[in-house]
């Protein structure tokens, strides 16, 4: 370590003018002040702003560092750093992923552009998607607002809609399906012919009677009755 030297106060001539005298006076109190720094620092080995303004070391073992701005960078890993603030913490990752800790909130973000951010008041936003959501304790998801995604949404249990599902009007086949080990369950749309279509392995049924095989049997007995000739009564006499 270096010698300490104290900083130089040039001395007075004796017939400094007043305002010479107050300039002197104003450079004696800082001059005062950057000393009872500097001993400070070098007595009691405390660092803060006012005597330190950048510290590089390989290494730092301390209880409390007080600094406006923190920035750490792994030697290991290009890319790599933490920075603290009087605002909050910022993770940046080599792949240039970063997470952003906050009071108003948590934020990750992605360099695909992807970004996930869980504010103050407990919402999610997925921005990539746009799905807001609140979940509670017991997993229990409760959506506000539009849910756009340009995937799938997998659910594990129930969905529970407000008011009204939108289905995509154009699209031939657009609707619901239930996934099942013997043949999917459908209900789908037509948009030319306006029509809705259930289609099911072992029929649809409704009230447990099996519509198609109702039809089917109502059809064949009409055909049976049509079969018939026309009983024609004779003239009366």
Same mark, same amino acid.
């Given at each position: 370590?270096?010698?300490?030297?104290?900083?130089?106060?040039?001395?007075?001539?004796?017939?400094?003018?007043?305002?010479?005298?107050?300039?002197?006076?104003?450079?004696?109190?800082?001059?005062?002040?950057?000393?009872?720094?500097?001993?400070?620092?070098?007595?009691? #080995?405390?660092?803060?702003?006012?005597?330190?303004?950048?510290?590089?070391? +390989?290494?730092? @073992?301390?209880? $409390? =560092?007080?600094? /406006?701005?923190?920035?750490?960078?792994?030697?290991?890993?290009?890319?790599?750093?933490?920075?603290?603030?009087?605002?909050?913490?910022?993770?940046?990752?080599?792949?240039?992923?970063?997470?952003?800790?906050?009071?108003?909130?948590?934020?990750?973000?992605?360099?695909?552009?992807?970004?996930?951010?869980?504010?103050?008041?407990?919402?999610?936003?997925?921005?990539?998607?746009?799905?807001?959501?609140?979940?509670?304790?017991?997993?229990?998801?409760?959506?506000? #607002?539009?849910?756009?995604?340009?995937?799938?949404?997998?659910?594990?249990? +129930?969905?529970? @809609?407000?008011? $009204? =599902?939108?289905? /995509?009007?154009?699209?031939?086949?657009?609707?619901?399906?239930?996934?099942?080990?013997?043949?999917?369950?459908?209900?789908?749309?037509?948009?030319?012919?306006?029509?809705?279509?259930?289609?099911?392995?072992?029929?649809?049924?409704?009230?447990?009677?099996?519509?198609?095989?109702?039809?089917?049997?109502?059809?064949?007995?009409?055909?049976?009755?049509?079969?018939?000739?026309?009983?024609?009564?004779?003239?009366?006499?």
């Amino acid at each position: 370590m270096g010698l300490w030297q104290s900083p130089k106060i040039p001395p007075l001539r004796g017939n400094e003018t007043l305002e010479e005298l107050r300039e002197a006076y104003n450079r004696m109190a800082n001059t005062n002040a950057m000393v009872y720094k500097d001993l400070d620092y070098l007595l009691n #080995g405390f660092l803060d702003t006012l005597n330190i303004r950048e510290l590089t070391a +390989d290494k730092i @073992i301390t209880g $409390t =560092l007080l600094a /406006n701005l923190v920035t750490i960078k792994s030697a290991l890993a290009a890319g790599a750093e933490l920075t603290l603030d009087g605002h909050g913490i910022k993770l940046t990752y080599p792949s240039g992923m970063t997470i952003t800790l906050r009071e108003t909130g948590f934020i990750a973000a992605y360099p695909s552009g992807v970004t996930v951010k869980i504010n103050e008041g407990g919402f999610a936003i997925m921005k990539g998607g746009q799905v807001v959501f609140t979940v509670d304790n017991e997993g229990n998801g409760d959506y506000k #607002g539009d849910v756009s995604v340009g995937a799938s949404i997998n659910v594990d249990n +129930d969905v529970y @809609i407000g008011d $009204t =599902l939108y289905i /995509n009007p154009i699209s031939f086949g657009a609707g619901i399906r239930w996934v099942a080990a013997g043949g999917n369950i459908d209900i789908y749309i037509d948009p030319a012919g306006k029509a809705l279509n259930l289609t099911a392995p072992n029929g649809v049924k409704l009230n447990g009677v099996n519509v198609v095989s109702s039809i089917s049997s109502l059809e064949a007995r009409v055909a049976a009755l049509e079969a018939r000739p026309i009983y024609v009564p004779p003239p009366a006499t």
